[in-house]
């Protein structure tokens, strides 16, 4: 089955300064990839998502990159702020398994004013 | 706007007790996930409901009984609760299908003594 793998588990910039979380996956026929935001005591919130036909997509500070060949798709978030500051999830999901996502183990992000 | 209501958000176990959590979303969506999260370890689906009136089970059954009860709601049931089933329980929903988004609740805080 799938496995996705992210990096680093812990992240910690100046404000203003770019973040970058990169997760690996190991199913090729995996087509969709989210991005979550998690802040204390709440749910996943997404952020972002690509899907397979897609190399990179942008919204504002944010902006995801796929490389379906290596596997592995990026979160850059440019001009950080401490908003910022979260635990963000990617997942994966595979064609033959379109209802199941697998999770990341997540990224602690500290943006310091 | 609620979107995906968990509830309770808090509960306390002792061991051998029964328990449901429930779950509602006013999105209309087809499909409904039950995750837990542990720390270090994401985000595991425990179960899922493509549509009304269908289960299947996720990565980490074991111990755990849904009932997709309407459309709307989607319970989980501990029916003998044990302390490795201390967690953080996530309801989510989606339209259904390929590539569409999971919303999720707030989540309920459960600890089993």
């Known amino acids: 089955g799938e496995n996705v793998e992210q990096h680093p588990s812990t992240l910690s910039v100046q404000e203003g300064d770019s973040a970058v979380i990169k997760c690996t996956y190991s199913d090729s026929a995996s087509n969709y990839f989210p991005w979550y935001k998690q802040e204390l005591g709440k749910g996943p919130q997404l952020i972002i998502d690509i899907r397979s036909n897609v190399g990179e997509k942008k919204d504002q500070r944010i902006a995801v990159t796929l490389n379906k060949t290596a596997k592995h798709f990026s979160l850059h978030i440019t001009e950080t702020q401490p908003e910022d500051s979260a635990v963000y999830f990617c997942?994966?999901?595979?064609?033959?398994?379109?209802?199941?996502?697998?999770f990341g183990s997540g990224t602690r992000l500290l943006v310091r004013p | 706007n609620a979107g995906v209501t968990q509830t309770p958000k808090f509960q306390v176990l002792k061991t051998g007790q029964s328990m449901t959590l429930q779950c509602a979303q006013d999105?209309?969506?087809?499909?409904m996930y039950w995750y837990r999260q542990d720390p270090g370890m994401g985000l595991r689906l425990i179960y899922y409901?493509?549509?009304?009136?269908?289960?299947d089970k996720g990565e980490v059954p074991n111990g755990y009984n849904v009932s997709r009860l309407n459309k709307r709601e989607f319970s989980l049931r501990l029916e003998s609760a044990a302390p490795s089933q201390t967690s953080v329980y996530f309801c989510?929903?989606?339209?259904?299908?390929?590539?569409?988004?999971?919303?999720f609740g707030d989540g309920t805080r459960l600890s089993i003594l």
């Open positions: 409901s493509a549509s009304e009136g269908t289960t």
């Open positions: 999105m209309n969506h087809n499909s």
């Open positions: 989510a929903s989606s339209q259904g299908g390929s590539n569409q988004p999971q919303h």
């Open positions: 997942a994966a999901r595979s064609e033959d398994s379109s209802y199941k996502l697998i």
